[in-house]
């Protein structure tokens, strides 16, 4: 546990050194210290995870807190390891991603700074058991994040994500909080381990408590009506941020509610419905709209959506299975939801890396700008075809196995429900599922298709002529690496959940079940090897039968003038599928026809607007604006009436105190 | 030595169905028609020939027909096959059939995005679309059986009768006409898709792989064969019944797949292409069915 404290106190002391650093080196020297720390925090975690048993200290602050508990259960390691790992590459990518900037003289300090302070407050959320240090480091992460959001802060669009990314924290805060208010006045104490007791005599209290805390940490994690900041933090801030951000950050959001089940030990059916229910509509809705975006960091944002989604759908499935004692489901749901977090974690920097190798290349994140990058930046168009396939959930890479593992929980849970409600909610889960996964093979091809393949549709992407340097592509290549291990050794990749899930079940028939499931898992790896070979067969069949060939432009049906501009487009890729869903998105156009017989100019531009930001969040400030517009006239900058303010606030005070007293 | 005979039915079957189809479509149209293993010899003509790559295209393009082709053969191995059992039998086979296939379509789609046709992409943009449809109505097919039969691989489809009690025909016949539509989509056939001409514009499939040619052009028309051969499997699973003999499960299976591509044929013969508004309207029926289905399966369940 010395090795924990250690890792923390060198993640801040480096943070901190890095601004007395040279320039150059700044970014470095935070690699080389996050390395070392995620070296240590392995090593615990891994610890952890394979004994199942805790490892815990307490700080002793006498005057205030008796004693403050960090400690490090399955579940906290598992965060830990995923939240370590992850931003040490994150961090390598940093090294190259930063180097224009510095070119720029862009003074680095306060982004070293924040950086390291996130990844040690990330670590210090999920290991305190303390509710009030878990706010202070819940605070610190929400606004180290947003400092480094707005990294390019001279830009408004930039500072306009970061503002708003602060507000929602700040919403989210105050559930957060609340949850830990009314959990504090019933059990008179701040420690999670006190609250067990009292929430497990008081079934309506709990369902309160999950509530806020559910609307709290869903914000966190991008839960639906609270997702809009996603959109729009995760393009304006650097790629290697999107990507410790989208890939562990709002993790953290799921770890809170991870542990809010784990404190209320049996979760109501509300409990289980609302969780399903929420992930459900909220997984659709991300990847409805990603197919509707084409700047490539939005949509990757739009697509956190769907997996945080999927995530909550296992979860959702896993307290199905506690609620009407059914461990396998249970098991499968948890397995599947947990595991979904790792891969995600590995999947979701990978794209954003990759698009950050695209955007400093090219300079644009406009998916429709690009196209033909495949034979200039080779490696990292190969990377990024393997994070689509993964996160479509296609095997036989990662985000398959965690899927199938959620649909197994499903299926096994239809087979043996025995009421209606919950046979319905299964049936349409496994039909959204479904629906999730064609609809992310929609979202992906076109990306991958209109953005890495084909012709050029511009100058910036004509005039690309190299790839990324290596220390760009070494973190990315390590995650597609794990994708694809965790794809074919499914049954190695499960043990590390398998104690979380133990933690959050606490239920002792879920183990006489694991055994069957890591067998199905390496039925599945035995099966990924069959087709692996039939692939190898099938390419060896072709190379030595037939290996003729000869160039040719493409087939332009008897048009042999075929040029860039005349390819399919994203947006025209996406038609079909958006005019068929009309309803569902709010549609801005606007359109300049060509008039007269030489015609000067015409436009056409469609925008798309998410539903609930144009009908809740628009009128809501609206309306807000329109409240507090009325307290205008008190703010009027005259001196002499802010003193007669506080002086009838001092009178009124008194009256006060009269009547009170 | 049945497992074999079942992979050799699986390679080569495709030739034969498409073979009886060309031949129907001849029967109708007042023609002699070609040969029943025509669809073979052209497939082995295609082997033969040297491929045209565009200048666009990338290692995707060529990578993509071998893992289409690779995809459907393994999917291949799930579906229950001659003597009513699948080569792989595990638990979970139809999401792990469907995931498979997936991997194999999002591989053609980019492959055909990869040339920067701009036809293409509009097949591309419709074969994407149509199986978001497609998709969520097969879950909630395979998710009744499942919970009607208590199964959950393919070999649920031949336990519906002993489990549905009254339901029993109502359901095998739904689920019917759901695997057809099905077929009909995936298989790109007429009124969805029209796999003898490339150059209309209201292609879907066909007009995915304009650029291919010569060996790859083979593999990809081989494999769209077998993917047929798949559906007419899965229904030919669903109408034979458990327990038959070896010899005569053989029989029915083949029996019914000839009437199958028979029918087909027929179809084809009989009505035009619908226009690709009719095409949404059609694939729903497909969703309806297997709504219908899950209605029977949870009064079945629940009802008393």
């Known amino acids: ?661 | 030595m049945i497992t074999i005979l079942n992979i050799l039915i699986l390679i080569f079957m495709p030739f034969l169905t498409i073979g009886i189809i060309k031949k129907t479509k001849a029967f109708w149209g007042g023609r002699k028609g070609v040969k029943l293993l025509q669809p073979l010899y052209d497939v082995l003509r295609l082997l033969k020939k040297e491929a045209v790559y565009s200048t666009t295209t990338s290692w995707v393009f060529k990578f993509a027909p071998l893992v289409g082709f690779s995809t459907i053969l393994f999917a291949g191995l799930f579906v229950p096959m001659a003597n009513g059992e699948s080569v792989i039998n595990i638990p979970f086979g139809f999401i792990i059939f469907s995931y498979i296939l997936g991997f194999g379509k999002f591989f053609s789609l980019i492959g055909a995005m990869d040339t920067g046709s701009s036809f293409e992409g509009m097949g591309a943009s419709r074969e994407a679309c149509f199986s978001t449809i497609v998709e969520p109505a097969f879950f909630i097919f395979m998710g009744s059986i499942v919970a009607l039969t208590n199964n959950h691989s393919f070999a649920n489809l031949k336990m519906i009768l002993d489990n549905a009690g009254i339901y029993g025909y109502l359901i095998i016949t739904l689920a019917v006409i759901t695997i057809f539509i099905m077929l009909l989509i995936e298989g790109c056939r007429v009124p969805i898709d029209d796999p003898t001409t490339h150059l209309e514009l209201t292609m879907i499939h066909e007009v995915m792989i304009l650029d291919n040619s010569g060996i790859d052009l083979g593999l990809i028309t081989w494999g769209a064969g077998i993917k047929m051969f798949l559906f007419e499997a899965l229904i030919a699973a669903l109408i034979i019944p458990a327990g038959l003999p070896v010899w005569l499960a053989i029989t029915a299976f083949l029996a019914i797949i000839c009437l199958l591509s028979i029918i087909i044929g027929t179809i084809e013969s009989s009505i035009a292409r619908f226009r690709m508004t009719h095409v949404f309207e059609f694939i729903f029926i497909m969703s309806i069915t297997a709504l219908i289905i899950l209605t029977l399966v949870t009064y079945r369940i629940y009802g008393n």
């Not at chain 1, 199905?520 to 060939?549: A, H």
């Open chain 1, 1 to 661: 546990m010395e090795l924990y404290f250690i890792s923390l106190c060198l993640l801040v002391i480096g943070g901190i050194i890095s601004i007395f650093v040279k320039e150059n080196y700044k970014m470095k020297l935070c690699a080389v210290i996050t390395g070392v720390s995620t070296i240590l925090l392995t090593m615990l975690s891994v610890a952890c995870l394979l004994s199942g048993e805790s490892f815990g200290a307490q700080i002793h602050l006498p005057p205030i807190f008796e004693s403050v508990d960090f400690i490090i259960d399955p579940l906290s390691a598992f965060f830990v390891l995923v939240i370590s790992v992850l931003s040490f590459l994150g961090t390598i990518y940093a090294c190259g991603y930063i180097k224009p900037y510095l070119n720029k003289g862009m003074n680095l300090s306060p982004h070293t700074f924040f950086l390291m302070l996130l990844i040690a407050s990330m670590i210090g959320v999920v290991t305190v058991q303390n509710s009030i240090f878990f706010i202070v480091l819940w605070e610190i992460m929400s606004l180290s994040s947003f400092f480094l959001v707005i990294f390019e802060g001279h830009k408004k669009e930039v500072l306009n994500a970061g503002i708003k990314y602060l507000v929602y924290m700040h919403i989210s805060m105050i559930f957060i909080l609340s949850a830990f208010v009314v959990l504090n006045i019933n059990s008179n104490s701040l420690n999670f381990s006190d609250f067990i007791s009292v929430l497990s005599q008081n079934t309506k209290l709990a369902n309160i408590v999950f509530l806020l805390a559910f609307i709290g940490f869903g914000t966190k994690a991008g839960f639906l009506p609270f997702h809009n900041w996603l959109p729009d933090a995760h393009p304006a801030a650097p790629s290697h941020v999107s990507g410790i951000m989208s890939g562990v950050m709002i993790k953290t959001g799921i770890y809170g509610i991870l542990r809010t089940i784990w404190l209320i030990g049996a979760p109501s059916k509300f409990v289980a419905y609302l969780v399903i229910c929420i992930s459900v509509i909220s997984a659709l809705w991300g990847v409805l709209y990603a197919i509707t975006q084409h700047n490539i960091k939005r949509l990757l944002a739009y697509h956190s959506l769907e997996n945080i989604g999927i995530i909550g759908i296992g979860i959702g499935i896993g307290l199905l299975g506690m609620v009407y004692n059914n461990p396998i489901v249970a098991l499968l749901g948890f397995g599947g939801g947990i595991l979904h977090i790792l891969n995600h974690a590995i999947f979701k920097p990978l794209l954003f890396f990759c698009a950050g190798n695209i955007y400093k290349q090219t300079h644009t994140k406009d998916v429709e700008l690009l196209g033909g990058l495949i034979k200039k930046m080779p490696y990292t168009s190969l990377l990024f075809i393997i994070g689509s396939v993964a996160i479509c959930g296609l095997p036989p890479f990662n985000g398959f196995i965690s899927e199938i593992l959620i649909y197994g929980g499903i299926v096994l849970g239809l087979v043996n429900a025995n009421n209606i409600t919950a046979f319905m909610t299964l049936i349409i889960s496994l039909a959204s599922l479904a629906l999730i996964g064609t609809m992310a093979i929609l979202c992906f091809t076109k990306v991958t298709g209109v953005m890495l393949l084909g012709n050029s549709r511009s100058e910036q992407a004509a005039n690309v002529s190299f790839d990324v340097e290596k220390v760009m592509l070494i973190p990315i290549f390590i995650l597609a690496v794990l994708a694809g291990l965790i794809g074919f050794f499914p049954q190695y990749a499960i043990i590390p959940v398998i104690n979380p899930i133990l933690e959050v079940t606490k239920n002792d028939t879920v183990l006489s079940f694991i055994p069957s499931m890591i067998n199905l898992l390496g039925m599945l790896s035995l099966i990924f090897f069959v087709f692996l070979i039939i692939v190898l067969l099938v390419t060896g069949f072709r190379l030595i039968i037939n290996r003729k060939s000869r160039i040719h432009n493409t087939w332009g049906c008897g048009y042999n003038r075929g040029n860039e501009r005349m390819q399919y487009t994203a947006s025209s890729y996406a038609d079909l599928f958006v005019s068929t869903l009309k309803p569902m998105f709010k549609r801005i156009v606007h359109i300049k026809k060509p008039k007269e017989l030489f015609p000067k100019e015409a436009y056409y531009e469609i925008k798309i607007e998410d539903l609930e930001e144009a009908y809740i969040v628009k009128p809501l400030i609206k309306l807000d604006e329109k409240l507090l517009s009325k307290f205008e006239r008190i703010q009027n900058g005259n001196m002499q009436q802010y003193i007669l303010f506080g002086l009838i606030f001092l009178i009124l005070s008194i009256i006060g105190l009269f009547f009170i007293g």
